[in-house]
């Protein structure tokens, strides 16, 4: 398996190390639990290293990634302004969803999932040896120049980087969200996976034993992919590989606010997406009886039959929610019914935002 650069801090810090898409990873260090409450009631960590920072750079850099991705780049005009977006194929399933920044207009970074960086590199080269464009790319995870990524998450999380980093406060306090901004060799970004304030910090991996300690030691809680995955589910946000995939449209991903059809710019999947248009709803789900809501369990409601995608015990609610692919006419507030084992069992609709900011939504 790959190891991180914080692979021995993990290991000296008792975490249950398992492997994720082919990258040996925190599971949790004790209590995924604790982890969980600590990133929504004070601050945690994340070792996010395993994703793929790739340096987009050249005079056609803009041009290419406008045509790679299905969210238009030319609203990135402010240097250090963060987009989200889906990297389609010609059918427009989604090949990965990821992180574009916007460094000037010769350089860009996007950040873009681990289990898929081999892929996805491969797929932009193409894309680039076919548009012969000016653009050079960079990946920046192993190697000279390798950079490492921590994620510092929870509503104390700015102050705590500010404590340990305090050079880096007058770059990153202005900050607002989705946006970046250089510290010195460090790139920290004001963005995240867990529904709570914090930032994501890119540095260079020889850097990052000694943050990451320096971080515990100023009561920042060391976190594992277990509570991520809660966190983010909360949160309503995507998983790669659960919620979509190079089958799944974006738009039946809760992802069309990701898609831009409406300018004349053509990207690759956009004919596809325009000629199917949206075929299912992505809504969420809180279970009303007792029982655990999984990924691949049956929906059913007065409009026909869905599937849940990711579900989980949502620690801050106390209760089961799931992220769902339902039939079109499902409308929030309805009642769905889910084959759990052998029993079915009641769920409500609802928008798929349970937990923001440490307050329940639904």
């Known amino acids: 398996m790959e190891k991180t650069p914080l692979n021995q801090d993990h290991r000296a810090g008792g975490a249950r190390m398992v492997d994720f898409g082919g990258w040996e990873m925190p599971l949790h260090y004790g209590s995924q639990i604790e982890e969980h409450h600590a990133v929504r009631r004070d601050a945690g960590m994340f070792d996010v290293s395993h994703m793929c920072a790739v340096d987009v750079a050249g005079r056609e850099a803009r041009a290419f990634l406008g045509r790679l991705l299905a969210n238009n780049v030319d609203r990135l005009t402010v240097p250090g302004k963060a987009l ?124 990052a034993s000694a943050l990451w300690q320096a971080l515990a030691e100023a009561g920042v809680r060391r976190c594992g992919l277990g509570a991520r995955d809660t966190l983010r589910l909360e949160a309503g946000m995507n998983l790669y590989g659960q919620d979509m995939d190079e089958g799944v449209s974006p738009l039946d991903a809760g992802l069309a606010w990701t898609v831009d059809l409406v300018s004349p710019r053509d990207f690759v999947g956009k004919a596809a997406l325009l000629g199917q248009g949206q075929r299912q709803q992505f809504l969420g789900l809180v279970l ?26 949502a620690p801050t609610m106390q209760q089961s929610i799931a992220l769902a692919r339902l039939p079109l006419p499902t409308a929030v507030g309805e009642t769905v019914s889910v084959r759990v084992r052998d029993k079915l069992l009641a769920a409500r609709v609802v928008k798929p935002t349970f937990v923001r900011h440490g307050r329940v939504l639904v």
């Not at 194929?89 to 969803?97: A, K, M």
């Not at 880096?168 to 202005?174: D, I």
């Not at 999984?294 to 989980?312: D, K, M, N």
């Open 84 to 207: 989200y977006s889906t990297m389609l194929n010609p059918d427009g399933g989604v090949i990965d969803d990821l992180i574009v920044y916007f460094i000037d207009d010769e350089r860009f970074r996007v950040v873009v999932n681990a289990g898929t960086a081999v892929k996805d590199l491969a797929w932009m080269n193409a894309r680039l040896a076919e548009w012969a464009l000016a653009v050079e790319l960079t990946p920046r995870r192993q190697g000279a120049g390798a950079l490492a990524m921590i994620a510092v998450q929870g509503p104390q999380a700015r102050q705590q980087v500010w404590r340990v980093l305090p050079e880096a406060r007058a770059a990153s306090e202005a900050l607002k969200p989705f946006f970046a901004a250089d510290a010195g060799d460090l790139f920290i970004a004001r963005t995240g996976y867990t529904g709570e304030d914090g930032y994501e910090i890119t540095l260079p991996a020889e850097r």
């Open 288 to 313: 009303l009886e007792r029982g655990v809501l999984r990924a691949h369990q049956e929906a059913v409601g007065e409009h026909g039959r869905g599937e849940i995608t990711s579900g989980s015990f």
